[in-house]
C-alpha cells in the first residue's frame, strides 16, 4: 500500500509541474518576452515534493531566472534632450519709481500682455544729447509727460530707455521680464520691445559706447527666451495701415530691427542706425552663439 501511495503522489507532482509550465505570462509586461528556462535540477527536486508546492516552487524558479535574465539586458536609452535656448543674463534695470514723478496719472490703466517677445525696435527720444547722466530721470519724466499729456496715451510708449552712460530705466509699466505690449512702433507693438535711446542720433552724432552695449544687452536678454537669434528676422504682422505694411500683413523684419523699419521716420537717426550692426553681433555674442 505504502509503494501504490507514493506512486501516486508523485505521478500527482509531475501532473501540477507540468500544469505550472504551462502557466501564461501574469502580465502585459511578460509578454512578448521568451518562456523563462527552468534548469533540470529545479525541475527534479520539484518531482519530489506534493502538486501545490510543486507549483510554487516552480514558479519561484521562474522568477528568479527572469530577474536574473533582466540584469543582463541593455539598459534603455533616456530621451534627448531639447536644446536650451541661447539665453544671456539680466542687465541691471532702474525701477520706473526712480523717475515717476508727483505728476503721474493716478489710475494707471492695468498692463497687456503679449505670448512672448521675437523681435526689439530701436528708438531714439529725440531730445537733446548733451546732458548729465544724473538728470536722465527728469528727462524721462518729461517724455512720459509729452506722450500721456499731449498724445493722450495711458502710460509711456517705451519699454526701456537708455542714457549716455549705459544706464537702462524701465518704461512702460508691467513688468521687465514680462512681455509686456508696448505703445512705440505703429502696427508693431505686439511681440516686440521698444528701447529708446535718449538723445538725438543723426548723422555725424557719437554714440556713447557705454549706451550700445547696454543697448546690446537689453536685446540679449529679451530675445533670449524665445530663442531668438539677434542677427536673424522675425515674421511680424501689422496690426496698422498707417506703418509700412497695411494692416494683417506679414513680413520679415530684422529681429533688431530700427524704428523707420516699420515707420516712415528717420528714428532712431543715421548714426545709431550705423551702429546696429555691431549691436546685434554684441547681443548674440552675449547669447552665446558662435560667430558668422
Not at 508546492?53 to 522568477?63: E, I
Not at 539665453?87 to 505728476?103: E, K
Not at 512705440?184 to 554714440?207: E, K
Request: net charge positive; proline share 11%.
Amino acid at each position: 500500500m505504502r509503494v501504490v501511495r507514493r506512486a501516486r503522489e508523485a505521478a500527482r507532482a509531475r501532473g501540477g509541474a507540468r500544469a505550472a509550465a504551462r502557466v501564461s505570462p501574469r502580465s502585459p509586461r511578460a509578454a512578448g518576452r521568451a518562456r523563462p528556462r527552468i534548469p533540470g535540477p529545479a525541475l527534479a527536486a520539484a518531482a519530489c515534493l506534493p502538486g501545490l508546492a510543486a507549483a510554487v516552487a516552480l514558479v519561484l524558479c521562474a522568477n528568479g531566472v527572469e530577474r536574473a535574465a533582466d540584469a543582463t539586458r541593455p539598459a534603455s536609452r533616456p530621451l534627448a534632450a531639447r536644446p536650451a535656448p541661447h539665453t544671456a543674463p539680466p542687465p541691471r534695470i532702474v525701477p520706473r519709481t526712480a523717475w515717476l514723478g508727483p505728476g503721474v496719472r493716478p489710475s494707471q490703466p492695468p498692463p497687456r500682455y503679449d505670448d512672448e517677445v521675437v523681435a526689439v525696435f530701436v528708438h531714439h527720444t529725440d531730445t537733446p544729447s548733451a546732458y548729465d547722466c544724473a538728470d536722465t530721470p527728469r528727462i524721462i519724466r518729461d517724455v512720459y509727460t509729452g506722450q500721456t499729456g499731449g498724445r493722450d496715451w495711458d502710460d509711456i510708449g517705451y519699454n526701456f530707455l537708455v542714457d549716455r552712460c549705459g544706464t537702462i530705466y524701465e518704461g512702460r509699466a508691467g513688468g521687465v521680464d514680462r512681455p509686456v505690449t508696448g505703445a512705440h512702433t505703429q502696427g508693431f507693438n505686439h511681440r516686440t520691445a521698444g528701447i529708446a535711446a535718449i538723445g538725438t542720433f543723426t548723422g555725424g552724432t557719437p554714440v556713447p559706447r557705454a549706451m550700445a552695449d547696454a543697448i546690446a544687452a537689453l536685446v540679449a536678454w529679451k530675445l533670449g527666451p524665445a530663442d531668438v537669434d539677434p542677427r536673424g528676422t522675425a515674421r511680424l504682422t501689422s496690426t496698422n495701415s498707417g506703418s509700412r505694411f497695411p494692416r494683417g500683413a506679414t513680413t520679415a523684419l530684422p529681429a533688431v530691427a530700427a524704428h523707420r523699419d516699420a515707420y516712415e521716420t528717420t528714428c532712431p537717426g543715421a548714426a545709431l542706425i550705423a551702429r546696429l550692426p555691431e549691436m546685434r553681433q554684441r547681443a548674440a555674442a552675449l547669447q552665446g552663439r558662435p560667430p558668422r
